[in-house]
């Protein structure tokens, strides 16, 4: 098994730059790759701000490359519940955080957006830490 950074899943799914791509494209189909959460989150991002991707575009795109059999993720149910939530218009680093923190009773942050949206997903409170 290998593990890829960023620029070669970002490469992968933008075919911004063909050479890249090619060899993005050959990893993936000849080896079973890991992607750290790390680079799903920096991915996302890459994807947003770069590429302009859309929450829709964001979770069509890494969905398909996440639910390639190949591919190994941390834990690919807290992933993708993450995906659906920013689908739905949690921040996709909110909504990686509070999907990563379900096992916890409460999940403190200073973000009231964050607090309003996440009413409900999940058991995990999302609240201030003063209230």
């Known amino acids: 098994m290998i593990a890829v950074d960023t620029n070669i899943v970002v490469r992968l799914l ?3 730059d063909e050479v890249q791509y090619q060899k993005s494209l050959e990893l993936f189909q ?4 890991f992607i750290p959460d790390t680079v799903i989150l920096e991915t996302e991002w890459v994807l ?13 795109a890494l969905g ?5 059999p190949n591919v190994y993720l941390t834990n690919h149910t807290l992933v993708h519940q993450a995906l659906l939530w ?8 909110d909504a990686f955080h509070l999907a990563q923190s379900q096992d916890c009773e ?18 995990c409170e999302v609240k201030k830490p003063d209230t």
Request: glycine share 8%.
């Open 86 to 93: 920013h689908e739905n218009g949690l921040d996709f680093a």
């Open 48 to 60: 947003r701000f770069a590429y302009q991707f859309k929450p829709n575009q964001v979770g069509s």
């Open 106 to 123: 409460r999940f403190y942050t200073f973000d009231e957006k964050l607090i309003k949206k996440a009413k409900g997903l999940t058991n």
């Open 14 to 16: 933008t075919q911004d």
């Open 30 to 33: 000849n080896h079973k790759i």
């Open 64 to 68: 398909k490359l996440l639910g390639l």
